[in-house]
């Protein structure tokens, strides 16, 4: 079982980069790294998806070392809207019954 | 585009009471989930199903049954509802388990007195 550790929470203003990191020590040969978004209220909402390398979409970046042991999720330019709780998801084939979120880490944009 | 859909939106439950909470899909996915999330907290898998006919158990089962009949919905079921159970509840559905992207409904909120 890949078990995540994130920061609790992280703050920042708008306009900057933010970069939240998530260790995985455990991660499995198959196992894919997913990042999502949840606002109050709402249901997560898938953001970006990796394996290794760094991955890029219109709405984030994630970094993905050689060794899988950790990923970061970079989101350019921050605005107020993007705060929200992020949770860093690994998991595979045959996993399901062992997925958990966690506590996510809680970002706060400001002015 | 639905995408998926939980029916209710909210619900207020003596204990001991029972109900169920239904989810609909229209991606036509084979892997169906339900979570449950209690304030600060991330969302706990209760039960899974990997496809029609098909299901299992997640992280917290206990106290919750549920039943995949038709391939696009997916049932969750209180039979004697606690305290405990106030929470709210999240369905998800995704293609392949494999790549664990899962698609979420805008959840219910259950509060059983």
């Known amino acids: 079982l890949a078990k995540t550790t994130q920061p609790i929470s992280m703050d920042s203003y708008e306009g900057q980069e933010v970069n939240i990191t998530c260790s995985h020590n455990?991660?499995?040969?198959?196992?894919?790294i997913t990042w999502y978004q949840q606002f109050p209220s709402q249901g997560p909402r898938f953001i970006i998806q990796?394996?290794?390398t760094k991955v890029t979409n219109e709405v984030a970046s994630l970094f993905i070392p050689a060794d899988r042991k950790s990923s970061t999720l970079s989101l350019p330019r921050v605005s107020l809207s993007d705060t929200a709780v992020y949770y860093c998801?690994?998991?595979?084939?045959?996993?399901?019954?062992?997925?958990?979120f966690g506590t996510g880490t809680r970002l706060q944009v400001t002015l | 585009n639905a995408g998926v859909t939980q029916t209710p939106k909210f619900r207020v439950l003596k204990t001991g009471q029972s109900m169920t909470l239904l989810c609909a899909q229209d991606?036509?996915?084979?892997?169906m989930y339900w979570y449950r999330q209690d304030p600060g907290m991330g969302l706990r898998l209760i039960h899974y199903?990997?496809?029609?006919?098909?299901?299992a158990k997640g992280e917290v089962p206990d106290g919750y049954n549920v039943s995949r009949l038709k391939k696009q919905n997916f049932l969750l079921g209180l039979e004697s509802a606690a305290p405990s159970q106030t929470s709210v509840y999240f369905c998800?559905?995704?293609?392949?388990?494999?790549?664990?992207?899962?698609?979420f409904g805008a959840g219910t909120r259950l509060s059983v007195l």
């Open positions: 991606m036509n996915h084979e892997y």
């Open positions: 998800a559905s995704s293609y392949t388990q494999g790549k664990n992207i899962q698609y």
């Open positions: 990796g394996y290794k």
């Open positions: 455990n991660i499995a040969t198959n196992d894919y």
């Open positions: 199903s990997v496809g029609e006919g098909t299901t």
């Open positions: 998801l690994v998991g595979g084939t045959g996993t399901a019954s062992k997925l958990t």
